[in-house]
């Protein structure tokens, strides 16, 4: 057990403890150091801590890392899915696991600053309950990422009233926020979305992403259409009702185009018109498909949520250590 000296009550005293929540996915090479650093900032600061290690399915070395880790010290908790769950299941985990009286979540390739964590903790201490890392600059992504993560907080924005700006998972949350969270029930989340829901007193710290200390990103474009694809369809319904206006559109214009069909059929004026019937058949046709996979889209997010499946599972929990920190 962490022998931290916590005050009975929980006042937003600097004895408080805090909880560094890590998903960590073939890290293995790095994590070690990553999570020394860390370390070596919340010592600095004297910030009394806890890790919780939430090892993602990764297939490299990063399982006996993690065990090393926590063999080497009481304040690290090490947790191995039984597979890859993905980033936000992996941080689920950890919330679920971490026992402090504030959680900070971070990645694990030093992407978010541990410089940041003694300002984060401030924050804190003042009476904010979620202190947000803000991407200040976006590093070294490409043209087309920059433009797709606007247009993709743009949309959230525009239909859900949820302001993400450039939000990022690096966030310390309150034991109020963390309990709260625990609470909801959908298994499909996005933790940047999910935490913006809930509300709560918040404050926004900027921060510039560094470089990925090893490794590259494990987030493919097809992975990264996907979250997309998920954290809109999880907190907003406005494609469904597009798709309305869509068909509304749609059946204006054939009202028109029929009519004007009709006039030059009687009229005896009737053309071929072979182009436009295959231009029509084609904006149809298109139109329903698209419309038919957004309906998919939700009806297979109801499909999950009815199986009720648990977020993640855990293969191994290892906590050990003789160190006291
Ligand atoms: N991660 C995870 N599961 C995954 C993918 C990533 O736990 O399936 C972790 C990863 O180890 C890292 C964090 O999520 O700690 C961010 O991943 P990454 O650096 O690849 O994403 P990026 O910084 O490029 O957005
Ligand atoms: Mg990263």
Redesign the pocket.
Known sequence: MVTVDKPAVLTRSKKALLSVV??????GNHIKSSVKVIEQVLLEHGIFYEFILVD?GSKDNTWSELKSLAGSSDCMTAIRLSR?F??ES?ICAGLEYAGGDMVLVM???L?HPPELIPKMVDAWAEGYDVVEGIKHSRGKENFVYKLCARFFYYIIYKSSDIHLGQASDFKLLDRKVVEAWKKLPERAIFFRGMSAWLGFERKEIEFDVAE?VNGT???SLLRLLRLALNAITSYTSVPLHCITLLGIIMFIGSVILGIQTLIVKFTGKASEGFTTVILLQLIIGSAIMTSLGIIGIYISKIYKEVKARPRYLISEFYKGGDDKC
């Open positions: 890590i998903p960590v996915y073939q890290e993602d890859n993905g980033k992996a990645d694990a390739d992407q990925r990103t494990k987030w």
